[in-house]
């Protein structure tokens, strides 16, 4: 009898539920796999399905390059998982990433994760694709134009020596401020309100320093949990959107009760409300909000990048801005040394310029957070960020 039940005891306590678990992840191995497209003939890659609803995603959350290899080294460069909510088939190697790079739209199709479209929205032009993806494209394209850069010229020149005006009086202090890659984030942002948004001067200085505060705390939980819960990273990410959000808002109704005026400035939001008013089918203000908002987050951290990598090698090589000065003394006109449209147009002008920052991206590849601010500080002293604030004032 006393055999008998403990052997009850240890079936009950410990071999069922080691049975239950085992056949909880059989099946849902089996109700994972019944999910493919049954209208393809090719077999799954090997794999494992990891936990039910799970997935293996603590398995990689906590092993993460170790979890990597294992399933490299087990089966290969292809193989399925279930992370993060989502059946998955990771693909490394070269031959093969190639495959899939050059067949988006046709063997895959390329979306950004769930954080990120609930963020950035979901009728922003890297969201979309076909004939809806065209139409964005073309909006977009002015921005990028001779047109638009000569549009866009005069704010930026205001924003640009506004700053160097603030630089040239901090060094009578002794306290530089260009000469790092938080200041010259800070700038781009600056570039960005007044270009991009269309932002006056005053706005600019009045939002400045609250629009930054929101769009680093959105930057920072852009990759989060897709977890829309109170102090979660998705939350914090999505009310700082929303702050911008209003403050574009304001901005899109201000353009708007202008709009009879003859003269206006020509910066990326004017030109997508105008978009929206010729279009057959106007753009919503939540779409318009969000491609603005994708405007800022894609010109303004790659751009800070590279300014700051323009700074340190300008400040390492004074012969290299004797050249770039001169070529902009030549090629300028008189008028507030605007450059001409014509030149602009043309695609020769300043080439010295355009294939001096084309390399910077070769020589300084690295991180801007992580290792450019210390190369600056380390190599470009107090007398060459002197003369470069010289150069820039006097082009």
């Known amino acids: 009898m006393v055999v008998n039940a403990l052997l009850t005891t240890f079936l009950c306590t ?25 209208t393809c003939p090719f077999p799954l890659p090997p794999g ?31 193989y399925r998982t279930h992370l993060f909510g989502n059946r998955t088939v990771r693909v490394t190697g070269a031959d093969n990433v190639k495959q899939i790079l050059l067949g988006e739209h046709r063997l895959v199709s390329a979306q ?3 954080s990120v479209r609930a963020i950035l929205g979901t009728e922003t032009l890297s969201n979309v694709h076909g004939a809806q993806h065209k139409t964005k494209k073309k909006v977009s394209y002015f921005d990028l134009s001779a047109e638009g850069a000569l549009a866009t010229g005069r704010g930026l020149r205001q924003v640009c020596v506004q700053t160097l005006n603030k630089c040239i009086l901090s060094t009578k202090t002794g306290k ?25 001067p005053e706005q600019v200085q009045t939002d400045e320093h609250e629009l930054v505060e929101a769009f680093e705390e959105m930057i920072k939980n852009l ?21 911008i959000h209003s403050k574009i ?27 929206s008013n010729k279009n057959k089918e106007p753009i919503s203000m939540q779409a318009i909000k969000q491609s603005a908002t994708e405007l800022l987050f894609g010109g303004h951290e790659t751009t800070a990048s590279t300014a700051t990598s323009l700074v340190m090698f ?48 070769t020589l300084g590849w690295w991180s ?18 002197l003369n470069l604030v010289s150069f820039l004032s006097n082009s």
């Open 14 to 38: 410990v071999a069922l539920p080691i049975l239950l678990f085992l056949l909880a992840v059989k099946l849902w191995e089996i109700y994972t796999l019944r999910c493919r497209d049954p």
């Open 48 to 78: 494992s399905m990891g936990l039910p609803f799970i997935g293996e995603t603590l398995q990689l959350l906590l092993q993460r390059k170790t979890f990597l290899r294992m399933k490299r080294e087990k089966y290969g460069y292809i």
């Open 112 to 114: 950004w994760p769930a």
């Open 176 to 200: 530089l401020e260009l000469g790092h890659f938080g200041s010259v984030q800070r700038l781009m942002f600056r570039i960005a309100m007044r270009v991009l948004l269309g932002f006056e």
């Open 223 to 243: 990759f989060s949990l897709p977890i829309d819960v109170p102090f979660s990273g998705l939350y914090r990410g999505l009310k700082a959107r929303n702050f």
């Open 249 to 275: 808002e304001e901005n899109i109704k201000k353009k708007v009760q202008e709009s009879d005026q003859e003269w206006k400035p020509r910066d990326a939001l004017q030109q997508l409300i105008d978009s």
């Open 314 to 361: 300008l400040g390492l090589n004074p012969k290299v801005v004797d050249k770039l000065r001169q070529e902009l003394q030549d090629e300028t006109c008189s008028h507030a040394g605007m450059l001409l449209y014509q030149k602009l147009q043309s695609g020769c002008l300043l080439a010295f310029q355009w294939s001096f920052i084309s390399s910077l991206h």
């Open 368 to 385: 801007p957070d992580a290792v450019a601010t210390n190369h600056l500080s380390k190599h470009v002293s107090k007398d060459h960020a």
